[in-house]
T-cell receptor
Framework: NAGVTQTPKFRVLKTGQSMTLLCAQD?????MYWYRQDPGMGLRLIHY???????AKGEVPDGYNVSRLKKQNFLLGLESAAPSQTSVYFC?????????????FGSGTRLTVV | KQEVTQIPAALSVPEGENLVLNCSFT??????LQWFRQDPGKGLTSLLL?????REQTSGRLNASLDKSSGRSTLYIAASQPGDSATYLC????????????FGKGTLLTVNP
């Protein structure tokens, strides 16, 4: 029972480099989310998706792009990494709002931009 | 805009003590509220989910209550153990088709042997 799997778990980037974080869930959840967690700021929503082929902006979307080509996968891209994007990134998924279920989170990706 | 506050920010107790963690939110029109546990360097583990129509939920030594009208929830931990040491996060779902969670900044709990 894998739940929500994030890859990679750790990554160091140089300023200006690009990368993609992968999130995969095997629970057939409709909704998926990307959060970042920073000391003193808590968890903040970056982007989310309410279904395959759909994406929407969250609270802090600048500098990130996302795609959801398959229901089970949600990709977070950094086109030109900046030191301000050093953070821990969490992916989460849930059933649609109709079921009113809780979220399931992945174990996180720790990203450092130097 | 929904805002979630957790008090205290940190709490240190001796093993065996019963304790209460507090969470307050500004908009009472919520779908549900979820309590999570986060160990250092790890992900979030769901502890309890309370629907807006419920007053409390229990799991083992944990009991979460919800008073939607006053915008408050509490997490009660009975007979605390050193293994309970972690950060506890409260998250509110204000519903709608977006179904987004708004998080508090957490309470760091330390249970001393």
């Amino acid at each position: 029972n894998a739940g929500v799997t994030q890859t990679p778990k750790f990554r160091v980037l140089k300023t200006g480099q690009s990368m993609t974080l992968l999130c995969a869930q095997d629970m057939n959840h409709e909704y998926m989310y990307w959060y970042r967690q920073d000391p003193g700021m808590g968890l903040r929503l970056i982007h989310y998706s309410v279904g395959e082929g759909t994406t929407a902006k969250g609270e802090v979307p600048d500098g990130y792009n996302v795609s959801r080509l398959k229901k089970q996968n949600f990709l977070l891209g950094l086109e030109s990494a900046a030191p301000s994007q050093t953070s821990v990134y969490f992916c989460a998924s849930s059933y649609s709002h109709i079921r009113r279920t809780g979220y399931t989170f992945g174990s996180g990706t720790r990203l450092t931009v130097v | 805009k929904q805002e979630v506050t957790q008090i205290p920010a940190a709490l240190s107790v001796p093993e065996g003590e019963n304790l209460v963690l507090n969470c307050s939110f500004t908009d009472s029109a919520i779908y549900n509220l979820q309590w999570f546990r986060q160990d250092p360097g790890k992900g979030l583990t769901s502890l309890l989910l309370i629907q807006s129509s419920q007053r409390e939920q229990t799991s083992g030594r944990l009991n979460a209550s919800l008073d939607k009208s006053s915008g408050r929830s509490t997490l009660y931990i009975a007979a605390s153990q050193p293994g309970d040491s972690a950060t506890y996060l409260c998250a509110v779902n204000s519903g709608g088709s977006n179904y987004k969670l708004t998080f508090g900044k957490g309470t760091l709990l330390t249970v001393n042997p």
